[in-house]
C-alpha cells in the first residue's frame, strides 16, 4: 500500500542517515544527561533506558531502541543532539548514572507520598507559567500534602493530583487515567456540559465554510477545507496541525471512522517519521492549493477550530503565505530557577509563497501549535487576525512519569514574539476583536446561530476589509 511504502523509504532513508552519524562518531554505550528536562540516557547496545529524575527520585521511566532515534544530528566523546521536530534534544554524557536512579526503584513504585513527592517536584522544577498565573506552588504543596499520607489509596491519589492540575487552568498539563482506576475515577466526577461533541463542531465548521465558498473541497475527512469567495478570496480552514498525511483512506469516511483508520496506519510509524509525513502532506497540499486558485487576490486562514497538533507543520503552512526570510519567534525551556535551550524560531518563504494580504481568523479554539501559526504570522504586517484572543497554551508538551507507573504532560516551554512577549495562557489577540465566548458550548452556540441566520461575522469582516481597499 502507498503508505506502507512511504514509511518504509523514510525508515530507510532514517536508518541511513543514523547508521552514517553513528559509524563515523564515538560510542553511544554510556549514561547521557538531557540537558533542561529532567532525564537521564542509559544507552547499551542497542538498548535505550530513559529515567525520569527530580531533586528527590529517579525512577526508570521508559525504554527506547536505537533505530527510534530518526535524526541523530551529532555525536562526540562529550555530547549528542537528536533532532526532534523544531528542537534539537541535547545530552551531555556523565560518568555514570546517579545510584539512586538503580537502587531506589523497587522501593517507589506504590508509595503515595513518594508519588506526591516526585509529583510536586518535576513541576516545581519545570513548569513554566507559575509566575504568570501568579500561582504560590508551595502553598499548593502545603495544602494538598497533608492530605497524602501511606495510607492513601491509588484512587484517592489520583483524585488529589487531577484536583491540582486542574487548578492549573492548562490544558497541557494532564495525568493519564491508569486503566484499572478510570472507570471508579470517572464515578466521582460531576459530568460537564459537552452539548458540542467533535463531530457537532466540525458540522458548524463546514457549515459556515459551506455558505461562503463555492465548490468547498476537502482533504482527510474535512480536517482540511478550501475554496473560493467571491471570485477572488481563497479560503483554507485548517482544522489540525495534524492528520494530513495522506494513507489512502476514502474521503467518504465519517470523522470517527477517519480517526480511526487514521492512527491504526500512523500508530506503525515512528514518530519522527510519521512527523515528517504530515509535514510532506502539508507542503504538498498547500502547493496545490495555491495552483488550483492563482485568481486569488487574498486568503483566509481560518484556524478557529484547529486544536493544534505538530509545530512543523504550523512553520509549513506560514511559510506558504509569508515572504519572509528571517526570526519570527523564540522558545526556551524552564529548568529549575533558570530557562535554557533557547531557539531562534526561523522561516524562510515556500517556492510558492502568496504574496497578498492574509486574514487569520482566531477563536479560544486556536490552541497549540495552531497559536505556534498564529505567533509566526506576527512580524509580517500583511496578515491580519480577526476573532478573539487564541487559547494560549503554546509550550511542547513534556513527557513524565510517576514512579508507580503513571505518565503524565507538563508545559515547560515559553514562546516568545520578537518584543519578547509571552502568551502563554492570555492568548495572542486580533486586530479586530469578535468577542467570542471563551467557554466551549457558548462559543459553538453563537456560532451555530450565525450559522442559522445564514452569516460569519469572521468572514463578512473579511470580505468588508478586502474589497474597501
Request: with cysteine.
Amino acid at each position: 500500500m502507498k503508505y506502507l511504502k512511504i514509511a518504509y523509504l523514510l525508515a530507510i532513508s532514517c536508518m541511513m542517515l543514523f547508521t552514517k552519524v553513528v559509524a563515523q562518531s564515538p560510542s553511544l554505550d554510556g549514561a547521557w544527561q538531557q540537558v533542561g528536562y529532567g532525564k537521564f540516557l542509559s544507552i547499551q547496545d542497542s538498548t535505550i533506558q530513559v529515567y525520569d529524575y527530580n531533586r528527590v527520585e529517579c525512577h526508570l521511566s521508559e525504554e527506547w531502541f536505537l533505530p527510534d532515534i530518526c535524526c541523530l544530528k551529532t555525536l562526540t566523546e562529550d555530547s549528542l543532539v537528536i533532532q526532534h521536530g523544531l528542537n534539537d534534544r541535547r545530552y551531555a554524557r556523565i560518568a555514570a548514572l546517579p545510584v539512586n536512579c538503580v537502587d531506589r526503584l523497587e522501593q517507589l513504585p506504590t508509595d503515595p507520598e513518594a508519588n506526591f513527592e516526585s509529583f510536586w517536584h518535576t513541576m516545581n522544577e519545570h513548569y513554566c507559567s507559575f509566575d504568570l498565573k501568579a500561582i504560590n506552588w508551595q502553598e499548593v504543596y502545603e495544602e494538598y500534602r497533608p492530605q497524602v499520607t501511606s495510607e492513601t489509596t491509588e484512587l484517592e491519589l489520583l483524585v488529589i493530583l487531577k484536583a491540582i492540575i486542574s487548578s492549573l487552568e492548562d490544558s497541557h498539563l494532564s495525568l493519564d487515567l491508569p486503566d484499572h482506576l478510570a472507570k471508579e475515577y470517572k464515578s466521582t466526577r460531576k459530568k460537564k456540559s459537552n452539548r458540542y461533541r467533535t463531530l457537532a463542531q466540525f458540522e458548524i465548521a463546514e457549515g459556515l465554510a459551506s455558505l461562503y465558498v463555492d465548490s468547498l473541497r476537502t482533504h482527510n475527512s474535512g480536517l482540511l477545507r478550501w475554496g473560493l469567495i467571491k471570485d477572488e478570496i481563497g479560503y483554507i480552514q485548517l482544522n489540525a496541525m495534524l492528520m494530513l498525511a495522506d494513507y489512502g483512506l476514502d474521503e467518504n469516511l465519517n470523522l470517527g471512522e477517519f480517526f480511526q483508520q487514521y492512527w491504526q496506519h500512523a500508530g506503525d510509524i515512528p514518530g519522527d517519521l510519521q512527523r515528517q509525513q504530515e509535514i510532506d502532506a502539508c507542503n504538498k497540499l498547500l502547493n496545490q492549493i495555491l495552483e488550483e486558485l492563482p485568481e486569488a487576490k487574498a486568503w483566509i486562514l481560518d484556524l478557529r477550530f484547529n486544536g493544534g497538533g505538530k509545530d512543523p507543520v504550523a512553520m509549513n503552512l506560514v511559510s506558504h503565505f509569508s515572504a519572509l526570510d528571517q526570526k519570527v519567534a523564540s522558545k526556551k525551556t524552564r529548568f529549575r530557577a533558570e530557562f535554557n535551550n533557547e531557539l531562534d524560531l526561523l522561516i524562510s518563504p515556500s517556492d510558492t509563497s502568496f504574496v497578498g494580504p492574509v486574514y487569520v481568523l482566531t477563536s479560544l479554539r486556536s490552541a497549540s501549535a495552531a497559536e505556534s501559526a498564529v505567533l509566526y504570522t506576527m512580524p509580517d504586517p500583511k496578515f491580519v487576525r480577526i476573532g478573539s484572543n487564541t487559547e494560549g497554551i503554546f509550550s511542547d508538551t513534556l513527557d513524565k512519569s510517576l514512579p508507580n507507573g503513571w505518565t503524565y504532560t507538563l508545559s515547560n516551554e515559553i514562546y516568545l514574539d520578537l518584543e519578547g512577549n509571552n502568551y502563554e495562557h492570555f492568548g495572542i489577540p486580533p486586530h479586530h476583536e469578535l468577542n467570542y465566548p471563551r467557554e466551549k458550548d457558548a462559543f459553538f452556540e453563537g456560532l451555530e446561530k450565525e450559522l442559522d441566520a445564514g452569516k460569519d461575522r469572521a468572514i463578512d469582516l473579511v470580505i468588508d476589509l478586502h474589497f474597501e481597499e
